[in-house]
């Protein structure tokens, strides 16, 4: 059942053509406008809305380059994924304490990664 709702016709939904095909270009448009409309007021209130006390601590000049390279990171795919794949894994060892060694072990032998070995 669940293999037939995320993968229809072996293909996963995301990329399936029948609903690639339900998407019509005045949405595309419309979403298009509502991701710059959000990034405008999510710039807006990074840097022009600063809160005092940070600006006057640190100066308004160094606040804006670090907000506008902040919001530049937010705006990063790969650098989101990679903010999300360690929270995960924070909270994993939170929660779960016994998993350090499991994600140690990950991260000592992440660049054996989509290596081949053949097989002896």
Excluded at 9 to 19: A, E, L, N, Q, Y
Aim: include cysteine; glycine fraction near 2%; charged fraction near 25%.
């Amino acid at each position: 059942m669940t293999s037939q709702i995320l993968w229809p016709d072996g293909i996963f939904i995301t990329k399936h053509p029948k609903r690639q095909q339900q998407q019509s270009s005045s949405s595309e448009e419309q979403q298009q406008q509502e991701a710059e409309r959000r990034a405008k007021f999510v710039r807006e209130l990074m840097i022009e809305k600063a809160p005092a006390t940070i600006v006057s601590l640190v100066g308004q000049k160094e606040y804006e380059q670090c907000a506008e390279d902040l919001y530049f990171f937010l705006q990063s795919s790969v650098c989101l994924k990679l903010l999300a794949y360690d929270l995960l894994e924070l909270l994993l060892t939170s929660a779960f304490p016994e998993m350090e060694q499991a994600f140690k072990q990950l991260q000592d032998e992440k660049h054996l990664f989509g290596q081949y070995t053949p097989p002896t």
